[in-house]
């Protein structure tokens, strides 16, 4: 019993405490909404009916709008905050993965249309996974412009879909889109990371960067082989290939005894 009142109040204090902070600032407020509308839009899943699926579009649609004026006030009322910075993510993906899993069970996609819903859902779960790892290290993840210009469009696209009608097909098209985006800086992510654990690795092992910087120098010189061969080859070549003679002109013609003649006549009249 003591149990649970500890976690019970615990989880109230944090609750109020998280409300007050939000008062005091408006792009929390915003953000936080997100998170709250999620289970409201969740239940489309299980109300079958037209007027809940235009609600459950159109809370979407403002939450999405949300994700741009939050970050907006913070800055233009300089009102970043700590809490702010912790949630803003955090409610993205809550938001996209919840929609994306309303997309699939109301099936308002055709199978094939889940396959970028698949990469967008493994991206986001890699991505919270370093971020994890990385932390431990206390080593940060920041936000890139192309990953704000995929959540972008990943809003975009979900809202089209939920919304349908004319929407429906540049909504499907638009998510394809936001998959491209989303595995690549997906991948940038993950290369960030492994580049991270190399350094690691070899700061704690130095035998293990003397053999990278041996193996860089095997390539090196390598490139430098293939680089000589090229040129050596190019030179055969060269040495190969016959000099072309230009043709000397056409010999002047003899003058015949009947041709001299007649120049000669030629040059007596012009006296």
């Keep these: 019993?003591?149990?649970?009142?500890?976690?019970?109040?615990?989880?109230?204090?944090?609750?109020?405490?998280?409300?007050?902070?939000?008062?005091?600032?408006?792009?929390?407020?915003?953000?936080?909404?997100?998170?709250?509308?999620?289970?409201?839009?969740?239940?489309?899943?299980?109300?079958?009916?037209?007027?809940?699926?235009?609600?459950?579009?159109?809370?979407?649609?403002?939450?999405?709008?949300?994700?741009?004026?939050?970050?907006?006030?913070?800055?233009?009322?300089?009102?970043?905050?700590?809490?702010?910075?912790?949630?803003?993510?955090?409610?993205?993906?809550?938001?996209?993965?919840?929609?994306?899993?309303?997309?699939?069970?109301?099936q308002l996609v055709t199978p094939l249309t889940y396959i970028p819903v698949i990469i967008i859902m493994c991206r986001e779960v890699l991505v919270s996974g370093l971020r994890e790892f990385l932390a431990e290290f206390h080593v940060g993840m920041p936000v890139t412009r192309l990953a704000k210009w995929k959540t972008g469009f990943q809003m975009t696209a979900l809202s089209m879909i939920l919304v349908g009608y004319m929407f429906h097909n540049l909504g499907v098209i638009l998510l394809w889109v936001a998959a491209v985006l989303t595995f690549v800086t997906g991948y940038q992510y993950f290369q960030k990371?492994?580049?991270?654990?190399?350094?690691?690795?070899?700061?704690?092992?130095p035998k293990l960067a003397d053999v990278?910087?041996?193996?860089?120098?095997?390539?090196?010189?390598?490139?430098?082989?293939?680089?000589?061969i090229k040129k050596m080859h190019a030179k055969k070549v060269l040495a190969k290939k016959p000099l072309k003679v230009k043709k000397a002109g056409k010999p002047a013609a003899k003058k015949?005894?009947?041709?001299?003649?007649?120049?000669?006549?030629?040059?007596?009249?012009g006296k």
């Design 212 to 228: 990278k910087e041996a193996v860089e120098e095997i390539k090196a010189v390598v490139e430098k082989a293939k680089t000589g």
């Design 1 to 106: 019993m003591k149990f649970m009142q500890y976690y019970l109040g615990k989880w109230i204090f944090n609750f109020v405490f998280l409300i007050g902070v939000a008062v005091l600032n408006l792009p929390n407020v915003l953000t936080i909404s997100r998170i709250v509308v999620i289970p409201v839009i969740f239940l489309s899943i299980y109300i079958h009916s037209v007027l809940w699926s235009i609600l459950a579009g159109a809370l979407f649609v403002t939450a999405s709008i949300t994700d741009y004026l939050d970050g907006y006030f913070a800055r233009s009322r300089n009102q970043n905050s700590v809490l702010g910075r912790l949630l803003d993510p955090i409610a993205d993906k809550l938001l996209v993965v919840s929609a994306l899993v309303i997309v699939v069970a109301n």
């Design 193 to 205: 990371s492994l580049d991270y654990v190399k350094s690691v690795e070899a700061a704690k092992n």
């Design 256 to 269: 015949t005894p009947a041709k001299r003649s007649t120049a000669k006549a030629a040059a007596k009249s």
